[in-house]
């Protein structure tokens, strides 16, 4: 049963219930790469200084964080390829191997009642957590099967790398003996939060600024409907719907529906943004918002504004027999089901005149 994580609960309220709960001589804590948490850090600091307890913040999130990995000039890369060929390039066994635990300084301790999640502020959901496990069938055969919805061959470790509840050392080591094509996910991942980190003014605006100058339609019935999976494109409408009962969407076809969201309806990618960043389990600011700014053209390193997803061709490409829409859009191909929100050829071009003339109108 995993537990909501989106209460009202900040760091340094929970630090503050925690420690009052139990005796600490000295704490220890994960250091995370998100400039949007600074204040929040700062006031966990200042609370401990004041408690006179000792506060290490230690990497632990990823195998690279904040200035690790830059260019040659001390710059940080904007492109996914030569970062991930550096990122490799630096990559030393220190870096992944297990770290070694001595648990006796735990023995020693006195016993204390461990406050229950709900006393900290958490609410049970009903969604299910699975075990967080690397399958080697799975991964070893990861870039071939990857693309294709239906066979659910990604390891669904998302939530479980976001919540620390499995090591990225233990991922990376397994990828580089099992597959490149895996490591370089979990590179992208690092490549998302370092590109957060840098320029954390993504958080609000596009990373190449002219692309905020799009004139997005942002039709709130239209959202609503892809909000809902009935645009009556059945590719985008399942991923809607398994987003909407699971709180997980196959990459795959979460680049269809972001593409689909911004270019076709023409509504801004902050909006699908913040409709993913409610329903993801696996919900990571720096993942969610490059991979939002890559669909809508406005990212570093992003699909060229011009090219458009077909979501007819990605259903033959990726979902031939149809068993991801049949799986989660039942009354497809029957009179109930949706009528197109918009015909592909005409949002396409609509689409390509409204980003030709805030890319050409303006001087980046
Ligand atoms: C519009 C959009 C929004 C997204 N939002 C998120 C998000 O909020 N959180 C998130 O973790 N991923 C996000 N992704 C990236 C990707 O879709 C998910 O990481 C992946 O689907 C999770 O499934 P998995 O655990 O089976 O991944 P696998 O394919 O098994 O990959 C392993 C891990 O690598 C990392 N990873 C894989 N692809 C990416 C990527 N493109 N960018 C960054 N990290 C990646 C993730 O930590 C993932 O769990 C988003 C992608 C798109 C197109």
Redesign the pocket.
Known sequence: MLHSMFSMVTPSIFLKGFVKSMKFSLFFAIRIMNRALLKEIRKSIIFFLKQKIPFYAHKDQVIFDTNDVLKNDGTPYTVFTPYSKKWKELLREADYMRYLLDYSCFLNQDFVEIPSLSEIGFKKTDLIYLKPQLDEELIGQYDKF?DYPALQW?????VA??FGTISIRECVAFALHSNGA?LD??I??EF?MQILYHFPRVVNQSFKAKYDNINWRNDEDEFQRWCEGKTGYPIVDAGMRQLNETGYM??RV??IS?SFLCKHLLIDWRWGEAY?AEK?T???LA??N???QW?SGSGCDAAPYFRVFNPTVQTEKFDKELLYIKKWVPEFGSVGYATRIVEHRFARERALKIYQKAVRGNIE
């Open positions: 990857r990604t390891t669904q470790l998302g790398l976001r895996w996910e979990l992208w991942r998302f196959h990459n979460r680049m972001a993913f993801l696996d919900y990571d993942a969610n490059g991979n939002w669909a």
